[in-house]
């Protein structure tokens, strides 16, 4: 009886400081550790850039319906399913539920309007050259990042901004519904905004860039400053944010998982000319080729805008972003890897999808400054 008290009373021991310690002293973060040698893979992708935003528009083309739905620059892991949704409605115009439409494309914009077709009613068919993990969207970075490369100031008029929130509204919720499940598409990480010089301090340019307009959906909450102490990090001025993150292997698996649950079909072909598109059997085809419509549809209103990531060997015992201002580096922990971003000087108009190694690795020294 007694040794049983004793027990009780030493668990409890055990356990209220524990959980005292929890409440008055926030963990510090586990160290990222960064170095070269832990490099495990660079990938290289092309934003499909458009000065005018995305084209999201039907087009009759020899006798078929054609839905083009490409150009999301820098955003379209974020805004996808606002952008399907959109697609959608203009498929509707055009074709009832329960017809097979043709979707050209499986990255970001191909799976989601695949996806928000399905859930439509619309039996679907995937055609691509080729599909994850070899498309750009494979190499991107995995942040919500609705405002990135999206349109330009110039075209950014007041309705086109109100069309852009409704979009990354809409898009927003459905990243929702992926939360919590075991492989982890989407998750909610903290994250440290970090600067040498302050944050007022403009941002090294990058050649031939447009001007870009300050978008803002308010879907995230503002973010904390930090005093010195309150980081473990070598750097002068730290904000603490809350950020959506996108663990982009699994977010692709699942959709192509549960779209072939659903009935769909992937089909590999290269389409070399509209006419190719025309010889398909589905009445209606949307055509989501990314940057794959520049040269397909000679579109000289896409612009490519080259991009490159490196992840580092997997940490899980990181929880948290960093992003270096000024020093052009972002850190992810997702689970694929600590996800290593930096943009390059002569990102745009580059399309050109060799790795450069010593970009990445360059980019690594910078974050490992900070530990
Ligand atoms: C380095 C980098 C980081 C990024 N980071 C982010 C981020 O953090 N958050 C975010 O929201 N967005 C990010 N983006 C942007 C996002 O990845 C793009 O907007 C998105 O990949 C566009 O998707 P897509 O489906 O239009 O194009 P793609 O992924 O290029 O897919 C196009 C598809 O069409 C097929 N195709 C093309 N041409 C043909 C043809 N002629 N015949 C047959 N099939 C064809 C391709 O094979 C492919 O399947 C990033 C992009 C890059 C490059």
Redesign the pocket.
């Known amino acids: 009886m007694q040794r049983r008290h004793l027990l009780a009373a030493a668990g409890a021991a055990l356990t209220l400081p524990a959980r005292a310690l929890d409440f008055a002293l926030p963990r510090a973060p586990a160290a990222m550790r960064i170095s070269v040698d832990r490099i495990i893979d660079i ?6 850039f458009r000065a005018q935003g995305p084209r999201i528009e039907a087009e009759r083309l020899f006798s078929k319906h054609i839905v083009h ?12 399913w606002g952008s399907a949704q959109r697609a959608l409605a203009i498929i509707h115009a055009q074709a009832r539920p329960g017809e097979r439409i043709a979707v ?8 989601t309007t695949a996806r928000t077709a399905q859930q439509a009613g619309f039996k679907v068919r995937l ?5 994850p993990p ?13 405002d ?1 490369r999206i349109v330009t100031s110039e075209h950014a008029s007041p309705a086109w901004q109100a069309d852009w929130v409704a979009m990354a509204r809409a898009s927003f919720k459905v990243h929702q519904s992926y939360l919590g499940l075991p492989s982890g598409p989407v998750e909610w990480h903290d994250g440290y905004l970090l600067a040498d010089d302050g944050f007022d301090a403009p941002v090294p340019g990058h050649v031939g860039e447009p001007d870009y307009p300050h978008l803002h959906a308010d879907l995230r909450p503002h973010g904390k400053a930090l005093a010195a102490g309150e980081h473990p990090f070598h750097a002068a001025h730290a904000r603490r944010f809350t950020q959506l993150v ?1 663990n982009i292997p699994a977010y692709q698996r699942l959709l192509l998982d549960d779209f072939a649950r659903d009935g769909g079909e992937l089909v590999q ?4 000319q509209p006419r ?1 598109l025309a010889r398909l059997p589905e009445r209606l085809v949307v055509n ?6 520049r ?2 549809m000679a579109d000289a209103s896409l612009t490519p ?5 490196a992840r580092l060997i997997p940490q899980p015992e990181v929880d948290y972003a960093v992003i270096y201002r000024g020093q052009n580096v972002v850190a992810l922990p997702r689970r694929d890897g600590l996800l290593i ?1 930096a943009m390059g000087e002569h990102d745009f108009g580059n399309a050109d999808l060799r790795p450069d190694r010593a970009h990445s690795e360059a980019a690594v020294r910078r974050l490992a400054a900070l530990f």
């Open positions: 990938a290289v992708g092309i934003r499909p739905h490409y150009g999301h620059g820098g955003s379209g892991w974020s805004l996808s050209v494309g499986c990255g970001a914009i191909g799976l055609y691509a050259k080729d599909r070899h498309v750009h969207s494979s190499a991107a970075t995995g942040l919500w990042t609705p990135s996108f072909r290269e389409f070399r190719d989501c080729t990314g940057d794959g419509a040269t397909l805008v080259r991009g490159q990531t971003a």
